[in-house]
């Protein structure tokens, strides 16, 4: 198997965000409401661009990666979702990043 150039590859980004809710929510019900929402928000064709994908979730906190040029789309679609299975919810998103470890370090683990 040959892997692509640099120059060939996917670029992504990584999105911190940290969910305001006095209940724990589940990361597959956290999933559906980010790609309903989306749907939604831009339709389908969008998200499929969007190339989502949950890298880590744990309690409150976690990254979610999505295409470099569908940031902004992805950061409105978060910021609308306000109630996930009936329980009041807020998004906030702490900050975006070109790696996981940045991401981790400067987001997450403060």
Do not use: H, Q
């Amino acid at each position: 198997m040959k892997i692509l150039p640099s120059s060939l590859r996917f670029k992504r980004r990584y999105i911190a965000f940290e969910l305001v809710c006095d209940e724990k929510i589940d990361e597959k019900d956290l999933i559906d409401t980010i790609w309903s929402t989306g749907i939604f928000l831009v339709g389908a064709y969008k998200m499929s661009l969007c190339n989502i994908r949950m890298i880590d979730y744990k309690g409150k906190r976690g990254i979610i990666s999505c295409a470099r040029e569908e940031v902004d789309t992805l950061r409105a679609i978060l910021t609308i979702i306000d109630k996930i299975n009936d329980k009041k919810v807020a998004v906030n998103i702490l900050g975006v990043g070109g790696s996981i470890k940045k991401v981790n370090k400067k987001y997450i683990r403060t």
